[in-house]
């Protein structure tokens, strides 16, 4: 069977170091937001894109109240709730995370990394 494609971008953004800030120290409350990062995600939004947020919160150990704060701050700040996950999905259009290192598709290739340690 044919899968069906996707017809909207699907998205994920990380929530902690990328919508809202992050102490040092893990906390269960969701820090200020990323007023640069939380209009970017309106943006997508509009453009209908499909968001979802992408946060280790949302593993199996996260609590229930963990959830609750990240929907009262998609509401806040995007009108609505956002789906919430810890899962990747296969069809990302789009991840926008404060850890990532952009790797060239199929090569293995460093496009990013400023680590200084190169492929």
Known sequence: ???????RPLVMVDLDGTLAEQPKEYQREIGKPIMPMVELIRKEI?????????????SDWADELEKL??????VKYFGKVLPITATKEHEITRIYDDRCIQVEKNTGKLLNDNRGISS
């Open 1 to 7: 069977m044919k899968k069906e494609l996707r017809k």
């Open 46 to 58: 509009e453009s209908g894109a499909e968001v979802k947020i992408f946060t280790a919160r949302a």
């Open 69 to 74: 704060d990240i929907e009262r701050f998609c």
